[in-house]
């Protein structure tokens, strides 16, 4: 039985007559992408390379690159036009913008060579089989190196694809005379040796796999310029003095103690200098400590050494100031000496109405007893007074003896 063609598959083959278009069709519609930017080696390095034919692929698609090393298995990180089949392409300004921000010069960053083809399941077998025997050449250069007795240290070695170089990284803390070496190596692995000396930090990129924060080694997933760190910047973000708490895996301090270090210093110009004299709304006092991110700042106040956290934006001129104890304490002496007044105003009111509530209460016979008891007393008073007055002793004094007699 013979198959005919339906119509209605026959204009789905007519892109015109359709919504969208196949993956096929939109691939092929695409301009392929005049340079590509690569990431090759087991430091992680970056290039960006011409392509040596129409070459269509996607980010994270293994390639076949030539490079200043020889041929080598890359990784595509992106492309640099608009239009190159990968709805991540950047432009080569935005790239080369990131390389500057990156480290500059000092990012490891390669123009000299050429993207040759997508690679193929031969080319990653090929490699498969390369890094599976690194264990075995890693213990072949260990043995010569103790062969020739040379004082060095092997991190890793690194074979390429094409096989036109062998890597050995490795470290030392005096320079090594490794000529003999290299003829050793070059005679057992047949090949061109390239000695590469690391420090701590390009060990760990080596080597290292997993941080304490649980995520990869920064220096192994993007981390291109490694930097020293200064025990200044975690003293300034108040972080633990404790070598073994702020170390990462090649045991020196943490890469990360960078990333904020420029945030710490343009907050930290913000805040006055400790034993600083400033003013706040409460008066003028003397900073103790400043916290950084919060932008607080520990006042100790003039008047009564009370310790108040003050925001930066509240500081002014301790000379200017106000002074609410002035204020304060004007009122409160007024109402002191009123409340006084009013408390003796009111006693002697008492007394009065006091006395005479108790001279109406009296009957009689107890003002004529007050007036009997008064007479005698009104009596000996008057002759004080005149003996102190010593007029005429002898007249004065008969008189008033009969006067008083009679």
Request: aromatic share 4%.
């Amino acid at each position: 039985m013979s198959i005919f063609p339906l119509p209605v598959f026959e204009q789905d083959e007519d892109p015109s007559n359709r919504d969208a278009l196949t993956l096929e069709e939109q691939l092929e519609a695409l301009e392929a992408p005049t340079t590509m930017v690569v990431r090759f080696g087991a430091m992680l390095e970056v290039g960006e390379y011409k392509q040596a034919g129409e070459i269509r692929a996607g980010c994270g698609s293994k390639l076949v690159a030539r490079t200043h090393r020889g041929t080598e298995l890359v990784d595509l990180l992106t492309t640099t036009c608009s239009n190159a089949g990968c709805g991540k392409s950047i432009s080569r300004s935005e790239m080369l913008e990131y390389i500057d921000n990156s480290g500059g010069k000092k990012f490891p960053f390669h123009t000299n060579g050429r993207v040759l083809r997508i690679a193929t399941a031969e080319d990653l077998g090929r490699m498969s089989v390369l890094k599976g025997g690194v264990r075995d050449h890693k213990k072949i250069v260990k043995k010569l190196v103790e062969e020739h007795q040379l004082s060095m240290k092997i991190v890793d070695v690194e074979p390429i694809l094409g096989e036109e170089l062998f890597t050995v990284y490795y470290q030392a803390e005096d320079r090594v005379d490794f000529r003999s070496l290299v003829q050793a190596l070059a005679k057992e692995f047949k090949t061109r040796i390239e000695m590469r000396q690391v420090g701590s930090r390009d060990e760990a990129r080596l080597v290292g796999d997993y941080e304490k924060c649980g995520q990869h080694c920064c220096c192994k997933s993007f981390l291109k310029v490694l930097s020293p760190v200064s025990m200044r910047a975690a003293k300034q973000q108040k972080q633990t003095l404790d070598p073994k708490k702020i170390s990462g895996r090649c045991g020196r301090l943490m890469c990360c103690l960078r990333y904020e270090d420029q945030t710490y210093r343009e907050l930290k110009k913000n805040l006055p200098h400790r034993k600083t004299r400033v003013g706040t709304a409460e008066g003028p006092g003397v900073v103790l400590d400043g916290k950084i991110l919060t932008q607080l700042v520990l006042v100790a106040l003039e008047h009564d050494n009370r310790q108040i956290a003050v925001p930066v934006e509240e500081l002014s001129d301790p000379e200017t100031c106000p002074r609410p104890w002035e204020e304060i304490e004007k009122p409160v002496y007024e109402k002191k000496e009123n409340k006084n007044k009013n408390k003796k105003s009111r006693r002697r009111r008492g007394n009065k109405s006091s006395a005479k509530q108790v001279a109406q209460n009296k009957g009689p016979t107890q003002t004529q007893e007050s007036t009997e008891a008064s007479g005698p007393k009104k009596k000996k008073r008057r002759r004080r007074r005149r003996r102190r007055k010593g007029g005429n002793s002898g007249s004065n004094s008969e008189g008033g003896g009969s006067e008083s007699t009679g």
